[in-house]
């Protein structure tokens, strides 16, 4: 369903992205792991069509995704869970989560829009009086959940989380996991996470691709990544300082 064929991309003389090749089936979760600045999010930001590569294709569907044409209607088939929950302090709970439900191509009648956002504040275990709150009167997983529900808001197709369940404790990150894997499987959403944490990889993936050096170094079910027998991958996965990856230290 998405596909990045030798996918380049430079910031001046820094080469992110070498060739990468990447396909992710439709309904399938992959997750994307690998040190910090080897362009993770970049790779996400090239599907959406934030970033333009200078070489190499990505397609949705088989659509090049550089060549949409409507960019509301093709943006309107991502969700998305940034790295700080990235809520509006100043718009009530029910307003984050319905925020694209009530502009754009997905607009929806006002009432309709904060049903939506009270039902899918149930489904990641938030009761309806947190809707008329305001984000910062709730803890930090409690916001978490709540930009999962804006995450789901519109059914979106396909859902990019970015680092889930940093700045959580490790309890409230299972949880998060966990939420994040039924969901998904719940609506049969095609998603691409990006994260440091091996509890998310092995709770959230189907697949995982490991990018190195501008490329992706390793791909294949999460159930063979301790078998991989990839010394970048076997130092990523079990979090050691020594091993071919450099570390700054
Ligand atoms: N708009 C930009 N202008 C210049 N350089 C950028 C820009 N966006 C990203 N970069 C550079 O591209 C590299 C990859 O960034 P990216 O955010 O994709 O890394 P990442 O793998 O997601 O890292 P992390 O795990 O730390 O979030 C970094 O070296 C970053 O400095």
Redesign the pocket.
């Not at 362009?39 to 930001?45: E, L």
């Given at each position: 369903m998405i596909t990045l064929s030798d996918v380049h991309?430079s910031?001046?003389d820094?080469h992110?992205l070498r060739g990468v090749d990447l396909h992710v089936p439709r309904g399938t979760s992959t997750v994307i792991i690998?040190?910090?600045?080897?362009?993770?999010?970049?790779?996400?930001?090239t599907v959406l069509g934030l970033?333009t590569p200078e070489r190499g294709t990505i397609t949705v569907d088989g659509q090049d995704v550089t060549k949409t044409g409507d960019r509301d209607a093709f943006l309107a088939r991502f969700g998305m869970l940034f790295?700080a929950a990235a809520l509006f302090d100043s718009l009530p709970v029910w307003q984050n989560v319905a925020f694209r439900l009530m502009r754009g191509s997905l607009k929806r009648p006002r009432d309709e829009a904060r049903e939506i956002a009270i039902e899918k504040l149930r489904r990641v275990g938030l009761t309806p009086d947190v809707a008329d709150r305001l984000p910062a009167e709730l803890s930090g997983g409690m916001q978490k959940r709540v930009g999962l529900a804006r995450a789901i808001a519109a059914d979106p197709e396909i859902i990019f989380f970015?680092?889930p369940t940093t700045g959580l404790d490790p309890i409230m990150a299972g949880v998060i996991n966990d939420l994040i894997r039924e969901i998904v499987t719940e609506m049969g959403a095609t998603t691409m996470t990006?994260t440091?944490d091996m509890t998310s990889v092995r709770t959230i993936a189907d697949n995982v691709a490991m990018?190195h050096g501008g490329k992706i170094r390793w791909t294949g079910p999460v159930a063979d990544i301790d078998a991989a027998h990839d010394p970048y991958v076997d130092q990523f996965i079990n979090g050691r300082a020594e091993g071919p990856i450099e570390t700054v230290r």
């Open positions: 991309k910031f001046g820094n992110v690998g040190g910090s600045g080897t362009g993770k999010s970049i790779c996400i930001k970033v790295q970015d680092e990006i440091h990018l």
